[in-house]
């Protein structure tokens, strides 16, 4: 799965202002998506000298459940910008594209 393109087809008429748009929103997206990495890398880093330091067990679940809830946001943009960056090169969205992300039965 490609969550951020790195190629573009581009067509006999060249680049137009649409694609443009695609490619910069992308680019905001990846970076938007690092930013929030380096934070959980940071909780992680966190999490390890808080249990180096004997902090209380309550505090310390208290970030983990921070982090999974930041990590749980990374996928949903993830997933959103996989969604709209098909719809805006104009390819289908099947229903079996839904079922990866989505556990539908």
Same mark, same amino acid.
């Given at each position: &799965?490609?969550? /951020?393109? *790195?190629?573009?087809?581009?067509?006999?008429?060249?680049?137009?202002?649409?694609?443009?748009?695609?490619?910069?929103?992308?680019?905001?997206? %990846?970076?938007?998506?690092?930013?929030?990495?380096?934070?959980? !890398?940071?909780?992680?880093?966190?999490?390890?000298? &808080?249990?180096?330091?004997?902090?209380? +067990?309550?505090?310390?679940? &208290?970030?983990? *459940? $921070?982090?999974?809830? $930041?990590?749980?946001?990374? $996928?949903?943009?993830?997933?959103?910008? !996989?969604?709209? +960056?098909? /719809? !805006? %090169?104009?390819?289908?969205?099947?229903?079996?594209?839904?079922? %990866? /992300? /989505?556990? *539908?039965?």
């Amino acid at each position: &799965m490609q969550y /951020f393109s *790195t190629y573009i087809n581009i067509p006999p008429g060249g680049i137009n202002k649409n694609m443009k748009k695609i490619i910069k929103n992308e680019q905001l997206d %990846r970076h938007k998506i690092l930013n929030r990495l380096a934070r959980i !890398e940071g909780q992680v880093k966190g999490i390890r000298k &808080m249990i180096e330091d004997k902090k209380p +067990c309550a505090s310390i679940i &208290m970030q983990i *459940t $921070a982090i999974k809830q $930041a990590v749980n946001m990374v $996928a949903s943009e993830l997933l959103e910008n !996989e969604l709209i +960056c098909k /719809f !805006e %090169r104009g390819e289908k969205i099947e229903k079996k594209d839904l079922e %990866r /992300f /989505f556990k *539908t039965k």
